[in-house]
């Protein structure tokens, strides 16, 4: 190559791989872990963070915890008493529902597994029945089920409704509900019609405006003073529209942050297409929309599982509350961590499966790079 | 169906009339008396400097903007505050528009049968029909199944000429289609929209492109300040303009 001359020949570089320090296992670690001696003093003192919480919580849930037993004689070992989760497993589960009869809330648990299945794993068909289902046909079965007094089932009162089941109950019945609600509002609230406009803003700020616990009072206490004598209904269903009210308020505002990320063109291409206002919104902005929203969505809906342990201070013994009060029994007394723990344990893994499903929704939407 | 009862206009009537059309955003004044009677099959290409209300104009035409004063007949169905006009007017009137506007969630192939399925009532199988029919006629069949944000910007444009063709419509507006493109993706849209304007189709392109209202306008609209300064054939237009706005408009844009 001569001085001051470029005789450059496109493709004379092939592509050629990285260098083997960037990539892989050994890249990865020197690029997080060791990329300065400053970042590889941090990982150390990490990794002896972990060992001084992990070596003994380890030690005290697996290695020393008892197992086996039926009182807490056989607590001996000094680590967790798991035999205390095991001996009241059953409450937890179902509150007082009778023995006899918990068989019928099994059978809606598989029954709502396998409607989630369906509904989620894609290798199975007929996905709009599922929905149908899922909505309309299983609350049909799960009410008649749950609450007996036809097809020769004994009725159960709810008040005798508790634990896990109860927990879920109060979660799905209001993410159901609450959803369709919510983005209803949420459209409202962009409507040009300015009653209903109004109609929105009014409702969605007054239910954000009040806690949770001020509405659960209000609906077990308040509520029945202002009904006609006579007039009762039952204290769970109470509770489960306060929830659906209360929460729709704010996934409407989840929705309406969405719809206002859809840019104007999207509007105007729909509207000269002919389409009108329901199936715009149906089948142009509502499914972009959403999809922007699912973390914000998801959000809502771990706060609104975790939240109907609240209804403990209206009397409903959810699993929270069931625990609590196991904890209270003389014969178990000092066991609180233990119960906790499950407590815990048994929300997150609930909560941890919605934001991984969320997740894999998110993925499978994604189409492409630009909007 | 019902969708088949629309009554066009008997074909001497001009597609589109516009009579004394005003329009204000607030206090400003956007339109002045826009008068202007389209035929049947005529292309009109209508320029002017930014912000002289072309697009507005032509976006009167199918409602997405509202006029305040005057009239405006599309097809022998008055616009009105009746929805149901509007909706009538709206499945004869296409719209291309300057960002394309293509629904990002949705195949190429799904962006084009959507509106004949749930407008038109069409059944699925004739809809992709006629959705392949018109991705062939504008070169793309082969993205039929990509998403719009997998395309160019010249592909995605072509994509949204198909989607408002396959609502059969009488009437086609373009707002400035080509001005979000690259240079060298100019070409295939006007290409697009020149082979369209030889079908008969009745057009009205709102563009800077000049090259294009030589070869195929029937007349240029040439608009400044929110009136209509001047419509002319389009050879009387760039050689005689009549008014000295129009010719001052030409001499900043040809003089490159």
Known sequence: MSEGKTDYIPGQYPDLPPPITEVGVVGWLRQNLFSNWWNTGLTFLGLYLVYLIFVPLIQWAIIDADWVGDSREACTSGGACWVFIRVRLDQFLYGFYPVGEQWRVNMTGLLLAATIAWLTVPKIPGKRYAGLFALVIFPVIAYLLLSGGSFGLEPVETTLWGGLMLTLILALVGIVAAFPLGILLALGRRSKMPIVRALSVAFIELWRGVPLITVLFMSSVMLPLFLPEGVNFDKLLRALIGIVLFQSAYIAEVVRSGLQAIPKGQYEAADALGLSYWKKMGLIILPQALKLVIPGIVNTFNELFKDTTLVMIIGLLDLLAIIKAALEDPNWLGYSIEGYTFAGLVFWLFCFGMSRYSMAIERKLHTGHKR | ?256
């Open chain 2, 1 to 256: 169906m019902s969708e088949n009862k629309i009554h066009h206009a008997p074909e001497g009537l001009p597609a589109v009339q516009m009579q004394g059309v005003h329009k204000w955003y607030g206090e400003f004044h956007v339109l002045k008396n826009i008068n202007l009677d389209v035929a049947r099959g005529e292309r009109i290409v209508i320029c002017g400097p930014s912000g002289s209300g072309k697009s507005t104009m032509i976006r009167c035409i199918n409602r997405l903007e509202e006029h305040q004063k005057g009239h405006i007949v599309v097809d022998g169905t008055e616009l009105t505050n009746d929805v149901k006009n509007i909706e009538i007017i709206r499945r004869e009137v296409g719209m291309v528009f300057q960002h394309f506007n293509l629904f990002p969630h949705l195949t190429v192939l799904e962006n084009c049968t959507l509106a004949p399925i749930w407008v038109r009532k069409m059944p699925r199988a004739e809809a992709e029909e006629i959705a392949m029919h018109y991705l062939e006629k504008v070169r793309i069949p082969d993205q039929a199944n990509k998403y719009p944000g997998q395309l160019s910007g010249g592909q995605q444009q072509r994509v949204a000429i198909a989607r408002s063709l396959c609502m059969s419509p009488r009437i086609m507006l373009f707002d400035e289609p080509t001005s979000a493109l690259d240079p060298e993706m100019i070409k295939e849209v006007l290409d697009t929209m020149i082979e369209l304007a030889e079908t008969g189709m009745t057009m009205l392109v709102v563009t800077h492109e000049m090259g294009f209202a030589k070869t195929v306008a029937d007349r240029v609209v040439f608009m400044d300040g929110g009136e209509i300064i001047e419509v002319n054939e389009p050879h009387e237009f760039f050689n005689n303009p009549q008014h000295e706005r129009s010719q001052l408009f030409l001499s900043q844009i040809l003089q490159h």
